[in-house]
């Protein structure tokens, strides 16, 4: 690694050792999933998890609305890197639910959300006992108190154990890794997105100095999967 992030050696390794512990401490391939969206923290993570767990279950919330660069690149990771990968659908297509309800990411992103994001991830992630992300506390005021390890209680009552084992890393930190271990990026990223969810809630950032600011046009933050069920 450079110079001007040697740190970066040692945060990478501590992403390792934190992986390699979760695997031990539950060895069923079964029992740990890794969520990716396919940005460069997603990728990032999957790369060093698969290194230690080739078949490890990674799943994609295809909503139905991304860009079609997303799933060109998700498409091509997984076939290059040979992922087990697991497309989560909604419980209604894009086609139905725009009959039903219109566009529903205008009307209402929330409802929006919860029907294509929140509930096939909270219904996927009750199959496994690990549930390892790419947040990091950097990305949003909401998610500056992220714990590297947290039990997360699913709608349901059942608990699950979450890590973001890159919570501490910067953007640059994710960026720099990234080349260094020869990861391609999301083209999205070189027509200046910095951050990238479902094509009509995505545009460029609002404001330069916050990443997520081109999500939801500043309506609102998260789409709800990091917020625990009400207890
Ligand atoms: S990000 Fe937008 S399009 Fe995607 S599920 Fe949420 S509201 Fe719908």
């Known amino acids: 690694m450079s110079v001007v992030f040697a740190g970066l050696d040692a945060k990478v390794s501590g992403v390792q050792d934190q992986l390699e512990r979760a695997f031990i401490e539950a060895p069923s391939v079964d029992d740990v999933c890794l969520t990716c969206s396919f940005q460069a923290e997603d990728v990032l993570l999957l790369k060093l998890a698969l290194e230690l767990r080739p078949d490890l279950p990674t799943l994609f919330l295809d909503t139905g609305y991304h860009f079609a660069e997303t799933y060109a690149y998700r498409d091509r990771i997984a076939r290059e890197w040979d992922v087990n990968l697991i497309n989560l659908l909604p419980l209604t297509t894009v086609a139905t639910q725009e009959a039903q309800h219109g566009l529903l990411y205008q009307t209402s992103p929330d409802r929006c959300c919860a029907a294509r994001k929140v509930e096939p991830l909270f219904r996927a ?80 950032p609002l404001d330069p100095g916050d990443a997520r600011s081109g999500r939801w046009a500043g309506r609102k933050v998260e789409c709800g999967i990091h917020i625990q069920a009400a207890r």
Request: charged share 20%; with cysteine; glycine share 6%.
């Open 125 to 204: 992630v009750a199959n496994y006992k690990v549930w390892i992300t790419g947040l990091r506390r950097e990305q949003a005021k909401t998610r500056a108190a992220l714990e590297e390890s947290a039990l997360f209680t699913l709608p349901g009552g059942k608990q699950v154990l979450k890590l973001s084992p890159l919570a501490q890393f910067s953007t640059a930190d994710v960026w720099h890794a990234c080349e260094d271990l020869s990861i391609p990026l999301l083209p999205l990223y070189a027509r200046g997105y910095s951050s990238i969810g479902c094509e009509p809630c995505t545009s460029l």
